[in-house]
């Protein structure tokens, strides 16, 4: 729940740094980039170890095919969803900012819908979206794989038991990415995205595996402090570096993809630890809010989007600008969520569980 509520103000944060997106404040802040810079390596891997995680624990005790329906059905709909109507507006905005199409919403969506290439897009598109895409294609590999769970689970538990626990997967991540990810970078196109594909696609397995260790989660309980303080290391030297060696070639560039990716791992396994207290304790709130996070996933974007977008003309002061689409944001994750709640039909679109059918 707190990784996605992390998105939220990460795409919040996206209207207002100087990095290209669909919609741009008149208050472009460059004093953002270091905390945006700091989010950047491990936001993502922790999204996807996670759901990688939750998918083998919905998987105890179901068969192979109910698992390929249940979870077609709660991200394939919404994705669907998502598409044809939630990320059509975010297009629109980007358009009329980037190109100065002079319609509204009304007249662009049809084209939106017809795949219109004039306007140098791939429509219609998924947008922030992508990530259900790809947990979608992750989660039938993994059904595909089931057989080679108990193999899988072997290997993990020797892998990643004391030290490895801390050193293998960095040194993975930093391997893909000082190779693939400098050759080929990120696209989130999902037929030509090789290096998401071995990045994310890893991360999503590791959880896989991950879920039945007890002891690295332990580990991570135990050393979350000490991954704290190693996360907080290696970001102060990253950050004091990286404009001069990130993108050199040769070397220099590859040996900063090592350290960038050994600042996310221990970053995320120190949330993981004080996420691993915290959550032993349970509560009510929790529950709702974890049922309510999809809703707002799926929702979220569009209306920093276009809320952006419309309230340019206004010119506000930027603190009230950021403030004002935050409240907005907040208000538009809460009435998706209600409305999923309220309207049955609009479950499974929004991203809830459908409704248990009663037993005579």
Same mark, same amino acid.
């Given at each position: 729940? $707190?990784?996605?509520?992390?998105?939220?103000?990460?795409?919040?944060?996206?209207?207002?740094?100087?990095?290209?997106?669909?919609? #741009?404040?008149?208050?472009?802040?460059?004093?953002?980039?270091?905390?945006?810079?700091?989010?950047?390596?491990?936001?993502?891997?922790?999204?996807?170890?996670?759901?990688?995680?939750?998918?083998?624990?919905?998987? $105890?005790?179901?068969?192979? $095919?109910?698992?390929?329906?249940?979870?077609?059905?709660?991200?394939?709909?919404?994705?669907?969803?998502?598409?044809?109507?939630?990320?059509?507006?975010?297009?629109?905005?980007?358009?009329?900012? #980037?190109?100065?199409?002079?319609?509204?919403?009304?007249?662009?969506? /049809?084209?939106?819908?017809?795949?219109?290439?004039?306007?140098?897009?791939?429509? /219609?598109?998924?947008?922030?979206?992508?990530?259900?895409?790809?947990?979608? =294609?992750?989660?039938?590999?993994?059904?595909?794989?089931?057989?080679?769970?108990?193999?899988?689970?072997?290997?993990?538990?020797?892998?990643?038991?004391?030290?490895?626990?801390?050193?293998?997967?960095?040194?993975?991540?930093?391997?893909?990415?000082?190779? =693939?990810?400098?050759?080929?970078?990120?696209?989130?196109?999902?037929?030509?995205?090789?290096?998401?594909?071995?990045?994310?696609?890893?991360?999503?397995?590791?959880?896989?595996?991950?879920?039945?260790?007890?002891?690295?989660?332990?580990?991570?309980?135990?050393?979350?402090?000490?991954?704290?303080?190693?996360?907080?290391?290696?970001?102060?030297?990253?950050?004091?570096?990286?404009?001069?060696?990130?993108?050199?070639?040769?070397?220099?560039?590859?040996?900063?993809?090592?350290?960038?990716?050994?600042?996310?791992?221990?970053?995320?396994?120190?949330?993981?630890?004080?996420?691993?207290?915290?959550?032993?304790?349970?509560? /009510?709130?929790?529950?709702?809010?974890?049922?309510?996070?999809? /809703?707002?996933?799926?929702?979220?974007?569009?209306?920093?989007?276009?809320?952006?977008?419309?309230?340019?003309?206004?010119?506000?002061?930027?603190?009230?600008?950021?403030?004002?689409?935050?409240?907005?944001?907040?208000?538009?994750?809460?009435?998706?969520?209600?409305?999923?709640?309220?309207?049955?039909?609009?479950?499974?679109?929004?991203?809830?569980?459908?409704?248990?059918?009663?037993?005579?």
């Amino acid at each position: 729940m $707190g990784a996605f509520l992390l998105l939220i103000l990460y795409h919040l944060g996206m209207f207002y740094v100087p990095w290209d997106w669909h919609v #741009k404040s008149a208050h472009v802040t460059p004093a953002l980039e270091p905390l945006m810079g700091a989010l950047n390596p491990w936001r993502l891997t922790l999204l996807f170890v996670i759901s990688g995680a939750a998918t083998r624990f919905m998987a $105890g005790g179901v068969s192979t $095919g109910a698992l390929i329906g249940r979870r077609s059905q709660r991200l394939l709909i919404p994705l669907a969803f998502g598409i044809l109507v939630v990320a059509a507006p975010q297009s629109w905005a980007e358009v009329v900012e #980037k190109q100065g199409y002079p319609g509204g919403f009304l007249d662009f969506w /049809p084209r939106y819908l017809g795949a219109d290439r004039s306007f140098g897009l791939i429509l /219609p598109t998924y947008n922030h979206l992508w990530f259900v895409a790809y947990l979608w =294609a992750y989660t039938m590999v993994a059904a595909a794989a089931r057989p080679l769970a108990g193999w899988a689970d072997r290997i993990g538990a020797r892998l990643l038991s004391g030290a490895g626990l801390f050193l293998v997967p960095p040194l993975a991540f930093g391997l893909y990415r000082a190779t =693939a990810g400098r050759a080929w970078g990120e696209s989130h196109i999902i037929w030509a995205d090789g290096y998401a594909h071995l990045h994310y696609g890893t991360s999503f397995m590791l959880g896989l595996v991950l879920a039945r260790q007890d002891h690295a989660w332990a580990l991570m309980r135990r050393f979350r402090l000490a991954s704290l303080i190693a996360a907080a290391g290696v970001l102060a030297v990253g950050l004091s570096i990286a404009g001069r060696v990130e993108n050199l070639p040769g070397w220099p560039g590859g040996a900063f993809a090592f350290l960038r990716e050994a600042y996310a791992w221990a970053a995320i396994c120190a949330l993981f630890g004080y996420a691993n207290v915290l959550v032993r304790t349970g509560s /009510p709130l929790l529950t709702m809010l974890s049922e309510a996070i999809f /809703p707002a996933y799926i929702i979220h974007q569009t209306t920093i989007v276009v809320a952006g977008h419309l309230m340019k003309p206004l010119a506000l002061p930027a603190p009230i600008e950021a403030g004002v689409l935050l409240i907005l944001t907040a208000a538009s994750c809460a009435a998706a969520y209600g409305l999923a709640l309220a309207v049955p039909a609009l479950r499974l679109p929004l991203g809830l569980k459908p409704l248990r059918k009663s037993r005579t």
